[in-house]
Every structure is written in C-alpha cells, then in structure tokens.
C-alpha cells in the first residue's frame, strides 16, 4: 500500500521538484543580474571609486594632512591659499607659496571659462573656512568618465566645451539599470521557457508515443511498442501498452495463421468440388448445344428439361462455391480494395458481353441502356465485376427462360445503375435480408438469403456504393445502385 | 493444330477433347506429368492445356521443364483461381490461365488467341478457313465469298469479321473490336465500328436492315452468331 502511495506521488514529486527548480532558477536569475549590474558599473565608475582628484575630496582642515599623491600621479598640482588667496603650499604647482592670486584671476579660472584646456581645476575653501585649495589635473590624464565625475560633482571648476559631448552621468546609471533589468527579464523568460519545455516533454513526450502507437494500432498496423523505463504512472501505462500490443499482435499473427490455413483448406475443398461439378455443367452444356442443333432428335422434352435442370444446378452449385470462397476471403483481413479510374459504361458492357452467350443459350431476353459516353468512376474492377455476376447469376437461376433482363446506366451529379428483371420476384427470406440490410444487420443473413446477396452488399458498402431493393416494384425484382464521384472511405 | 491436354480428371480431359476436335483440332490426352513429359519429348505439339495438380510432375514442374526446351504456347487450365496461383502460373512461364469451370467458347478462343501470337503469316493458322452458315473467309488469300459468291472487303471490315467469325457467339464492345483490329488506344471511335459493321452487313447479309449473322447486342456491341 505504502509503495502504491509512492507511486501514486510520483508525478506530483516530479512537478514538486520541477517547480522548486524553477524558484531556485529565479532566484540565481536575479542573483546572476545582480553580479551583471555590479560588473556594469564596476566597469563604468572604476576610475572614481575611492576618488582623491577634486579639491572637495582632499580637503581637510589641517592642511598639512592634504592627501594629494593620486593627483601627483596624474601630474597634477595643489595649492593651498589663505583667505586673501596667496599661496601659503605648493605642491608641484608652477607658482610658488608667496604668490598671490587676484580675485579675477580665479574668478576667470573657476567661472568664465578658461581658454586653456590643458587642465581641470577644482576648487574649495577648507570647513573652517581659513584657507582655500585649488586642484588642477591635465586633461589627458584624466579619463572620459573621471573627466564627466569632476565636471559634475566638483565647483567651482573650470569646464571645457568637451563637457557636453558626454551624456549625463545620471542617464548613464538609468542605462545601466535598464540593461540589467532587461538581463533579469531575459533570464526569466529563458529559464521559465526551459522549465516549461522539460515539464511538458516529460509528461507529453510518452503520451505522444504512446497515442502513436494506438492510432497506429487503431489503422491495423498492430506493431510492438516499447515500455517506456519510468517508474511513475506513465511508466505504469506505458508497460500496460506495451503488454496489450504484444498481445494484439501474438493474436492478429494467429488470426492470419487461422485465415490462412482456413483459406488452403477452402482452396482445397473448392479444387475438388469444382472439378466433378465443371465436368456436369461441362458435358451438359455439351449436350443442349448438341440438341439445339437437333442432332439427338431421339430425347424427348422432358429429357431435355432434365439436362437444363441439371445444367443448370451444376452452375448454381459452382457460384456457391466461388461465393463461400469469397466471403472466406473478404471476412478475412486481406480485402483491399484495388481502386483505379476507369470508364464505367465500358466495364458494364464488357461485363455484359461476356454473360451474353449463356443469356442466349438458355433463351432469357435482355435489354441495356448504357450510354456510349465515357464515366470515368474509381473502383475494383475485379470486385465489381463479381457484384454484376452475381446479379446476373441470381437472375439467371431464380427465373424461367424467356425472362427479361434490363440494366440501365445513366449520370447526373452521380451515377445511377439499375438491375430490373419481369420474373418471379425475391423470396420471402431474400427480402427480409435486404430490409436488414440498411441497418448493416447481416448476421446470419448469408443462411437465408443466399451468399450472393450478401457478397453484392459487402463489396458494394466496401466501395460505398449505396444499394437497394425497390420494394414497391411488382414486376418481378429491381435494384438500384448509386455511386457517388468520390473516392469509397476506407 | 496439335493440342496436348494434361488432365487427371478423366470426364473434365474427354469434355476438353470434345470441345477441341469440335474445333477439328488434333487432341492428345494424358492424366498424369510423367508421360505428359514423355509424349512432349517424342512428339511436335503446336499448343499446351495443362492442369496444376496432376500426378507426377505437377503442372508447375511439367511447365519448367518445358520451357527449358521449348516456347510453345502452354495455357493452364485450373480450378485454382486465387490471385496468388494466376500470377505464379504465369511466372512460371504459362501464357494464359483459365479458372474451371470454363466457358469452353472463351477456351477456344483464348486457344486462337494465343496460337495467333505466336505463329507467322505464313503459318497453318493463316491457311485456315473459317466458314459460318455459308460465308466463308480466307485469311491467307485475304477473300470473303457468301454463298459461293466472292465479296470485296477492306482491310478493317476483313479484319472486323475474321475476329468475330474466329470467336463466333462472343459479345464484344466497340472498344474491344477497334483495339483489336486497328491495334490502336479506343478513343470515341463508336461511329467508326458502326460504319465498316454496317459496310460488312451490305456484303454478308440477304437483309442487312435485319441481320441474321453479324449482331447487334444494343447498348453492348456485336456479335457473330453461331450456328
């Protein structure tokens, strides 16, 4: 019970530890952006990171702790003024302590411009307000991003016209959040798109197998799956298919054994029976064409009705051997049918013609309307030839001579055929058949109604051909048939 | 025309003589393979009816062993008429098969058939005469006489009525007639046939408006009658 429950668990678990992944994929996503932001701004604001370039950064009220070494190695200068701006320290600066500037000698340098480009000046009086600090550091020490950084964050200080080639440093940050907001969301969509695709093949990839297979089952190829390995219940289905298409074939493979022994053995009992019976019909054929030339003149009428009793009997007992053939072979699963466009007005006149002879010879009239214009219909000449026999034949055993066969074609949007006869109607049982026979209830039919009728239904329905007895005629019997222009569904 | 017939059956290889000297054919029967093999060694045979099941060599084997010496026209005839028996009949190296119970006019005509295929103008077959209720054709001489009296034909309408007179009660379509005779694909040639048909009624019927021979079978074809 408890392995059951297990078992039973699997999928949710599988969906359990899919959905976990997944959180965790966010999450490392997002850590993942984190580091990218970081890198990006790393890389765009190393150069002030810890910064002691500007005026601002290195003062302090001792001047003497002024750190400048970061500005000496960009070969710049300090100064340090006091209130009336003389200078009281150099360092590396071109003017000597002693020298006093003029007030609009700075002004000039911090806030009119200062033609002289060579250097960035930054400048700021100490908290206390006693001395004054000028920093200067020539331009092409001084990178791009550092160069932006002391424009924007250091006054007073001399700006150049360069300044505005470079966009703000504050459109710079909101670039760069963008970037790695739009990295976190690519990251998500790539991880919730993996996620997806692993969760859904793990369940779909099987299921669509396994609908192959049965469609494949389903349409008569009884092929043998292979059980999937899992454990979970698609594992589970999987194995119960893979039992059942073992089994579907182990017994298709026996049926086509059964039907192929079944049908040697009907070949068999045809071979011998048809043999002695081809000889009565033979010689009695023999016989009314030798007493049709009136060379026996010594048999008398009712011998000669004997002979055509027999003739004709032995002909019957034929046909029903060729019909129990056929359904053995057409209830077995080897009836495909070998569907070509051909004229069919043509195929019904030389289904006819070759009928005729034995139409003539035991004294039926005939009659057929088939229009000399081509109908090309796809169908199993071979089949369809068997359907037409058939009919003839039961029209030539069920009725007197001198009965009179009609079979008439004609075409609008489909194509129409009837089989018309004056003699002596359907049996009882024949009839009751063909009622059924619209509800496809042939079971047992063949007993009755004779195989004939029933090979005429099978082949012409295989086809999809409709077919009916025309119940309200009196005349004796007639069958209509209508066929469609299309291809027969299989 | 010599003929061997190979058939266990005794009544079904008499009913097959019968028909064959009716068409005054020279018949030899045998019923088993083993002398079948014998008669063919030691004698000439213009054509082959050969059943499948026979004693001794089956009729597969018999077949073999005559195509490894000769290419006479061999048809099988069989009450085995499954698709899978007719297509290895014929790759055996048989000509025609015909299933039983047969109809013994499409037997003789098959017979003609194939013997016509396979023989030159020259042949015993050309010289035959072919005479039916009193009309009479000649196929080496090319003539046609009704009555003792010498008609004129053309090509086609000689053609049209050597091969309903050589199948004589057979229903055959126009499409069957005009590919035979002019040896050609049938495309609406309907007027065609009615034309030379109604041209060989003026020459071989007392009254051509209600022919007695050469038949209609409406909305079939034609036929010549037999007598």
Known sequence: MHKRYLKIKRISTVFFINNLSLFIMIIFSLFLSGIFLYVLFFINFKDYTNMNLTANEIINNNIELIDAVEILEKNGWVEITDRDFKIVKSINSPNREGYSYRAGDLMNLFFNGYNDSTYLYSGSFTLDGSHFVIVALPTEEVSAETYQYIVENSRPILAPDKVNNYESFENKINTIIICAFMFFIFLLFSVIYFHSKRTSEHILKPLIKMKDIANSIKNGNYRIYEESRRKDEIGQLSKALAEMSIQLKNRMNKIEEYAGERKKLLSQITHDLKTPLSSVVGYSDHLLVQLQKKQHRNIGNDDLNYLKIINKNGKRAICLIDDISSISQHESYFLQLNLKKENFNEFLRETIANRIPELDEIGFNYEFEIPETENNLFFDRKQISRVMNNLIDNFIFHNPSESKLKITTSRNTETFLTIEDDGVGLSYDAKLFLRNASEKNYENAEKKAGTGLYIILYLLDKHGWNFKYEEEYENGTKFSITIPDRLPIP | ?227
């Open chain 2, 1 to 227: 025309m010599r003929i061997l017939v190979v058939e266990d059956d005794q009544d079904m290889a008499q009913l097959i003589r019968l028909h064959l000297e009716n068409e005054n054919y020279e018949v030899f029967v045998t019923t088993n393979g083993i002398n079948a093999w014998e008669l063919f060694k030691n004698n000439s045979f213009d054509f082959i009816i050969l059943d499948i099941i026979i004693p001794g060599f089956d009729g597969y084997s018999l077949i073999r062993k005559i195509r490894n010496t000769s290419m006479v026209p061999v048809i099988f005839l069989t009450s085995k008429g499954e698709n899978s028996d007719i297509i290895l009949g014929l790759g055996m190296g048989a000509d025609d098969y015909i299933v039983k119970p047969f109809n013994p006019l499409e037997m003789i005509a098959r017979i003609k058939a194939q013997y016509r295929r396979c023989k030159t103008k020259d042949d015993e077959f050309e010289k035959a005469v072919i005479e039916i209720a009193g009309i009479k054709i000649c196929p080496k001489e090319f003539s046609l006489t009704v009555s003792g009296e010498e008609k004129k034909l053309n090509l086609r309408e000689f053609g049209i009525l050597r091969f309903l007179m050589e199948n004589a009660g057979m229903v055959f379509t126009k499409k069957q007639i005009y590919e035979t005779v002019w040896n050609e694909e049938y495309i609406d040639n309907g007027n065609t046939i009615m034309v030379h048909i109604s041209r060989i009624r003026e020459k071989i019927e007392s009254d051509p408006r209600n022919p007695r021979n050469l038949v209609t079978i409406k909305g079939i074809g034609y036929k010549f009658a037999r007598r």
